[in-house]
Every structure is written in C-alpha cells, then in structure tokens.
Nanobody, 118 residues
C-alpha cells in the first residue's frame, strides 16, 4: 500500500491562490499516476486532476485553466497549484495514487481543507 500526506490547504478569498502538496511513501514502485480529489459534505468524492509518471494530465472541466498539477518523481510528490479560486472550490482535498490498471492503491488520508470565502 501507499501512504500519502497532504498539506497546504487553508482559507483564501475568491480569486486567490493556494498550493497543495502530497508526499507518497510505502509501495511507491506500483505508482503509475498520482492525483487530487475533492469532496464536499453530502457529495461523492470527485477527481480534480491527475498526472501519470510520463506527464500525461487529465482534469475536471471546472478547473481547466485555473488548476495546475505537477509531479516530482524523485521526491514522489505531487502538487496542485490552484489559482483564481472560487467559492465552489471549497472542499476537502485528498491525494491518492493509482497503478497502471487505474486502481487506487493508496490509503485515503484526512485530506486538507480548502475554503474559499470572503
């Protein structure tokens, strides 16, 4: 299994920016992709953006042009730069890893809270 530790959330005004970080450890040899998810109370967790070891990126349409995912393969760390934040981006953000078959292989941590509010 893969352990993940997220950091970087907080309170920001609309239009502001935050950068999230996620460091992986454990069975990292099985990691093919790493990604960020978010969840609000009463809704299912959704994939925000993910990046493969080769650098291919998929993202949810609502974050296009605002969020940028990047990955440091040497540090087994993934980042999410979030710009032009909107109140609807408010959620708990989680990261996780997937193997080459697309299966999530990490333990879900507590995530990091992102609150966008004036």
């Amino acid at each position: 299994q893969v352990q993940l530790v997220e950091s970087g959330g907080g309170l920001v005004q609309p239009g502001g920016s935050l950068r999230l970080s996620c460091a992986a450890s454990g069975s990292i040899a099985n990691i093919y992709a790493m990604g960020w998810y978010r969840q609000v109370p009463g809704k299912q967790r959704e994939l925000v953006e993910h990046i493969t070891s080769g650098g291919s990126i998929n993202y949810e349409d609502s974050v296009k042009g605002r969020f940028t995912i990047s990955r440091d393969n040497a540090k087994i760390t993934v980042y999410l730069q979030m710009n032009s934040l909107k109140p609807e981006d408010t959620a708990v953000y989680y990261c996780n890893a997937a193997n080459k078959y697309g299966a999530v292989i990490g333990y879900w941590g507590q995530g990091t809270q992102v609150t966008v509010s004036s």
